[in-house]
């Protein structure tokens, strides 16, 4: 990767009080932005979510932290999930982003 992710900045919704019941209305409860996660070199990457207790964000590779040659069950799984019809199908079609 050519550059660290940072995190955004926090962002505050301020709008006067608007009563009791004003709270549950706030356009706080989906998304705050949009953007594009860093691509790392590995098809299989873990992205850290902002914790409140100050954990730093950071990508990870699951090659640093996980030797899943070790995982019997986990690789079995893997091959069961990739012997599907349906994901054979789906891999074998080309990759087109979805247009919005």
Do not use: C
Not at 20 to 27: G, T
Not at 53 to 72: I, M, Q, S
Request: aromatic share 12%.
């Amino acid at each position: 990767m050519t550059t660290e992710y940072q995190p955004p900045k926090v962002w505050q919704w301020e709008a006067p009080n608007g009563g009791q019941f004003a709270n549950i209305n706030r356009p706080t409860s989906g998304a705050l932005f949009e953007q594009h996660l860093p691509k790392g070199e590995h098809d299989l990457q873990l992205y850290s979510m902002g914790t409140p207790n100050g954990v730093k964000n950071r990508v990870y590779d699951t090659a640093e932290f996980l030797a899943v040659h070790e995982y019997p069950h986990l690789m079995r799984w893997a091959e069961q999930i990739a012997n599907r019809p349906a994901v054979i199908r789906a891999l074998a079609k080309a990759y087109r982003p979805i247009k919005s």
